[in-house]
């Protein structure tokens, strides 16, 4: 198989997803859920409506991507647990498609279900929704599965067969023909998705990672997700549940420290947003200063620095709080405005 992108263009793009993944986290169990509504603008978290199952203990891996390497450390899931579940964007062009980075950890292969909503995305009110979204599957060094239409399957890679029934079976299928999906059983390793527009279209797009084995010694973690953030109803909305008991967790957008790794176009003073379904809990503008309000009475710079997880620019941003459990959102916008390429992570702390 072959892609428009080249081996060295995806080795980067990996791992400027993966970047500013710092050395602890928490695995998130990705379970199944369905976008039930978006926002319409960047003060409207939208509606999600999700099922979710507890997190899942994983041991830390070392991934290295050509001349990129990190280390992800896990820590194990207690009561509480954290789910990251979709992430909705205005899907551009070139650099500015919608990049996803995931790995599988542990001792079994996972079967996981990824696809991209975009014109079932009008019937909720989102606008400018992406008419024809297209999948690709990348690990770290070659194209492994494309999807266009989910009806139709793209034999290739590791599509070995027809998974129309497959697809409508496991419960996740998409609900316009237009948008792709892909089932994979994948072993342990990173991967990337990119979220494209069939002939160059562009508009608004989700790109979404189901668990379809669940408990088999295999945990999915999906660590972030990059694109161009606009204005409007084209800032990136990424939702995530908590499920269990309260988490600690903490919230990144960052943009300014992508640019010494070659984005050029980064987002240079990114705006973070914590909502929930009853409206914004908490913000931040410079991580180095808390904005009080909200659920945030107190200065957090501190404990962003000890957690081990600050971002590495002042100028991007970091939340901290304890949630119960429920749905949640975060917004990453430009102050003032302003647009570029950034990153929003989301990860529970000990």
Avoid at 197 to 215: H, I, K, R
């Amino acid at each position: 198989m072959t892609s428009r992108y080249p081996r060295r263009f995806l080795i980067a793009s990996f791992a400027l997803v993966l970047a500013l993944v710092p050395q602890r986290g928490r695995c998130f169990d990705l379970s199944r859920y369905v976008i039930a509504g978006g926002g319409g603008s960047s003060m409207d978290a939208g509606n999600v409506t999700m099922d979710a199952t507890a997190g899942q203990a994983a041991a830390g891996t070392n991934l290295s991507n050509g001349q990129f390497s990190m280390q992800i450390g896990f820590w194990t899931a207690t009561s509480g647990s954290l789910g990251n579940i979709s992430t909705r964007l205005r899907v551009g062009t070139g650099n500015n498609v919608l990049f996803a980075g995931f790995i599988i950890q542990g001792s079994a292969s996972k079967t996981v279900l990824i696809r991209s909503a975009g014109p079932s995305l009008t019937s909720f009110g989102v606008p400018g929704a992406l008419a024809n979204p297209q999948l690709e599957l990348h690990d770290a060094n070659n194209l492994i599965g494309t999807n266009d239409n989910w009806q139709t399957t793209q034999i290739g890679g590791v599509i070995t067969s027809n998974q129309v029934a497959a697809i409508q079976n496991s419960g996740a299928a998409p609900a316009d023909p237009a948008e792709p999906a892909i089932i994979a059983t994948l072993p342990a390793g990173g991967y990337t998705v990119i979220v494209q527009g069939v002939g160059g279209t562009q508009g608004v797009a989700t790109v979404e990672v189901y668990d379809l084995s669940p408990n088999n010694g295999a945990i999915l973690a999906n660590i972030s997700t990059r694109g161009f953030i606009q204005t409007g109803a084209n800032v990136m909305i990424a939702g995530f549940i908590v499920v269990g008991q309260p988490v600690r967790v903490i919230v990144l957008a960052t943009g300014p420290s992508l640019i010494p790794l070659g984005i050029s176009n980064a987002l240079t003073n990114p705006r973070l947003e914590l909502h929930d379904a009853n409206g914004t809990l908490a913000g931040n503008d410079d991580w180095q200063t808390t904005q009080l309000g909200g659920i945030i009475t107190s200065d957090q710079s501190a404990a962003i620095q000890n957690s081990g997880l600050a971002p590495s620019n002042p100028a991007e941003s970091a939340i901290i709080a304890t949630l119960a459990p429920g749905t949640y959102t975060a917004i990453a916008q430009g102050v003032n405005g302003g647009t570029g390429v950034g990153v929003v992570q989301v990860f529970a702390l000990p």
